[in-house]
Every structure is written in C-alpha cells, then in structure tokens.
T-cell receptor, first 113, second 112 residues
Framework: DTGVSQNPRHKITKRGQNVTFRCDPISEHNRLYWYRQTLGQGPEFLTYFQNEAQLEKSRLLSDRFSAERPKGSFSTLEIQRTEQGDSAMYLC???????????FGSGTRLTVV | SQKIEQNSEALNIQEGKTATLTCNYTNYSPAYLQWYRQDPGRGPVFLLLIRENEKEKRKERLKVTFDTTLKQSLFHITASQPADSATYLCALYMDSSYKLIFGSGTRLLVRP
C-alpha cells in the first residue's frame, strides 16, 4: 500500500467551472476525511465518511460542494460553479479508527482564475 | 466552539537545542490531542497522539505533554536538526464530533 493518493495534484480552472477531485485511501481504513487548507492556516474540516456513509459535513460547506464515497473505497469531492475563494489545497485523509492518527495525501491544489 | 491557539511566529533555534512548541485550547477538553508535521506543498504527517488521561508521551526525540488544567499541550524536539525544520500542527479530537480540529501551526527553523 502506497498511502493515500490524491488526483490531480494541481488544477487550474476558470471561475464558474465545475471540478472534481479523487482520493484513494489506505485500503484497510474505513474512515475518510476531506479538509481544505489555505496559506498560513491549518487544515479546515469539510466532511467525513465512515465506509460509504457521509456522517458529518461542515456547516461552512456550501451547496456547491458535494462528496461521495461509493462502495466505501475511493472518494470524490466536486465543486460546482467554482469561485476565486475556492482556491486552496484540498486534502484527503484516512484512518483506521477513532483514536488513530490520520494519514494524509499530498493534496490537490486548486487555483480558480 | 473550540478554539486552538498556536504561536504564529516562527521559532528559530540552533541545531542541537531543544525546540518547544505550544498548543493552547479553549472551552472543552478534548478526548485526545495529536501533533503533525507539515512540509511546504505536502500533506500533514502524523507524529504523536496523547489521550486526556495521559500526562506525557515520548517517541524517539519527540515528547508531548498534556495539561488539561492549563488547557495546554507542549511539543518538544530534543537535539534538533535542520531536517526538523517544518510547520508543526496541533489537532484536537472531541468525543462529541467525528473530526480533528487543527490549529494554524507553528513554523520551526533549525539553524545549522
């Protein structure tokens, strides 16, 4: 297992376009998280899956954001009608259980122009 | 809501010295606290976890303390090396929630 994989690494898109990111967690991990990070800040929670169930979603997440984890394996995060304020690093993490550390991917850096 | 404070100013120390980073939180005590290292352009890397009933945890040159009375955790790197230069993030896990809440991190610079 090579850890948490995220694709693409970088994405530049025009304002108003839709984008989709993919995360492949460590196969034994049933917990998957999406975070967003801007320069100089810590990661900010977006959403959490346990297997295929989305159990928590940040109130900061607008209706333009949606995430899925079909069959409890990989996950996708879609942002519709992107805005410049969506520019950030989007991080995916997985963990084995509640009291374990998270394994993060290298992130997808989104730039909205 | 829970608030986490980490020193936003970079910590600049000489190689070989002990680096001490601080994480303060407000409101409720977390079930446990974690520390991560983050290098530029990369995702955070898990270092240590300490539970609310533990006072201290060690791993090689790393030591974490957790004082629920002071609502503070200290992260120590002994015999620091230039390769330890990175941003260190503190994160709290509340029993009432499924997620880790991260501080904004403290940048450590170790001079050779």
């Amino acid at each position: 297992d090579t850890g948490v994989s995220q694709n693409p690494r970088h994405k530049i898109t025009k304002r108003g376009q839709n984008v989709t990111f993919r995360c492949d967690p460590i196969s034994e991990h049933n917990r998957l998280y999406w975070y967003r990070q801007t320069l100089g800040q810590g990661p900010e929670f977006l959403t959490y899956f346990q297997n295929e169930a989305q159990l928590e979603k940040s109130r900061l997440l607008s209706d333009r954001f949606s995430a899925e984890r079909p069959k409890g394996s990989f996950s996708t995060l879609e942002i519709q009608r992107t805005e410049q304020g969506d520019s950030a690093m989007y991080l995916c993490a997985s963990s084995l259980a509640q009291n374990y550390g998270y394994t993060f991917g290298s992130g997808t850096r989104l730039t909205v122009v | 809501s829970q608030k986490i404070e980490q020193n936003s100013e970079a910590l600049n120390i000489q190689e070989g010295k002990t680096a001490t980073l601080t994480c303060n939180y407000t409101n409720y005590s977390p079930a446990y606290l974690q520390w991560y290292r983050q290098d530029p352009g990369r995702g955070p890397v898990f270092l240590l976890l300490i539970r609310e009933n533990e006072k201290e945890k060690r791993k090689e040159r790393l030591k974490v303390t957790f004082d629920t009375t002071l609502k503070q955790s200290l992260f120590h790197i002994t015999a620091s090396q230039p390769a330890d230069s990175a941003t260190y993030l503190c994160a709290l896990y509340m029993d009432s929630s499924y997620k880790l809440i991260f501080g904004s991190g403290t940048r450590l610079l170790v001079r050779p």
